[in-house]
């Protein structure tokens, strides 16, 4: 690990402001992912920015009827919050699904959405990668790719997010809450918080540099069954090789997003009057156009089945 500087920030503005004045500098809460890319010097900041002490831990009612979470819940304590159990089920399950009970006791709501890819080409050095090197090559493009994207991807990408958290944020249409280093505030919505590869995969979303989370906004809560099912190599503490995020109606009808398959979180509204027609209509149009390899190809027929076996649940 490089040596660095470090600092604990007194409030959100001026977390971000120190950031915005420090090219290259990151903010740290739980550090579950950041540290151990650190310690690989896959990132190597100069500065870090401890924003633990910012207060942004608390789980509210949002004016709109929904629910607002503040940057710094832990995992553990959104999953077992009794209103996100009982209103937004889908997110709870997507929750427990990820990492271990120990990492989900420090992992951070904001961290969790900016959780870097687990391509084993992006964390092995010696490999191209244009996400960590850009410019470098895609090792993955022609290498190993069984757990890798099959649709959204470019010429200089094939990486998938890992978080099952955004796959759930995402069907339910949050908001992200951000200050900027000059102190303004915005709200981006999920569909438009992450990035695909295209020709920079380096960068993961549409945050300006110094931009920090300050919340994530729920709308009112969604009826209907929440389901989330994830498909993995091993029962427990692994990456999804695909996921299925649902939240769906009694007649059919109802919203999913994918996880496992793209380099964000993978939703299609354009396709959602399909799921009445079943899992084979959906998914075919959902994943129109995947390209797929000898090591991936599988990725397509198992969304078809997840989500089959996710709607054969609601059904019952």
């Given at each position: 690990m490089k040596a660095f500087s470090y600092e604990r920030a007194k409030s959100p503005a001026e977390a971000a402001a120190a950031a915005a004045q420090t090219p290259g500098a990151r903010f740290i809460a739980g550090g579950t992912n950041l540290l151990d890319l650190m310690k690989l010097q896959i990132e190597t900041p100069p500065h870090l920015i401890d924003v633990n002490g910012l207060g942004l831990d608390k789980i509210e009612p949002s004016g709109g009827?929904?629910?607002?979470?503040?940057?710094?819940v832990r995992n553990t304590a959104l999953a077992a919050d009794e209103r996100v159990r009982r209103d937004y089920g889908v997110l709870s399950r997507a929750?427990?699904?990820g990492a271990s009970g120990q990492l989900r006791n420090k992992a951070t709501t904001a961290g969790n959405l900016l959780q870097r890819t687990r391509c084993?080409?992006?964390?092995?050095?010696?490999?191209?990668?244009?996400?960590?090197?850009?410019?470098?090559?895609c090792s993955a493009i022609g290498g190993y790719s069984r757990q890798l994207?099959?649709?959204?991807?470019?010429?200089?990408?094939?990486?998938?997010?890992?978080?099952d958290m955004a796959v759930a944020m995402r069907v339910l249409d949050a908001t992200v809450e951000t200050v900027r280093g000059d102190g303004r505030r915005r709200t981006i919505p999920i569909a438009d918080f992450h990035r695909l590869p295209g020709d920079t995969p380096q960068i993961d979303t549409t945050l300006e540099a110094g931009e920090l989370i300050t919340a994530v906004t729920l709308p009112p809560p969604l009826g209907g069954k929440?389901?989330?099912?994830?498909?993995r190599d091993r029962?427990?503490?692994?990456?999804?090789?695909?996921?299925?995020?649902?939240?769906?109606?009694?007649?059919?009808?109802?919203?999913?997003?994918?996880g496992g398959v793209a380099h964000k979180p993978w939703r299609m509204e354009a396709a959602e009057p399909q799921l009445t027609q079943g899992a084979k209509a959906f998914t075919a149009q959902l994943l129109a156009d995947a390209r797929t390899d000898e090591h991936n190809a599988?990725?397509?027929?198992?969304?078809?089945?997840?989500?089959a076996a996710v709607m054969a649940e609601a059904r019952t």
């Open positions: 009827g929904g629910l607002r979470i503040g940057a710094l929750l427990l699904s084993p080409y992006f964390y092995d050095t010696q490999q191209p990668c244009n996400k960590r090197q850009p410019g470098s090559g994207a099959i649709v959204g991807t470019s010429a200089a990408c094939i990486a998938t997010h890992p978080s929440h389901l989330y099912r994830k498909v029962a427990s503490y692994a990456f999804a090789l695909v996921s299925v995020a649902a939240v769906l109606q009694p007649d059919g009808r109802g919203r999913v997003a994918v599988f990725k397509r027929p198992l969304v078809e089945r997840t989500l």
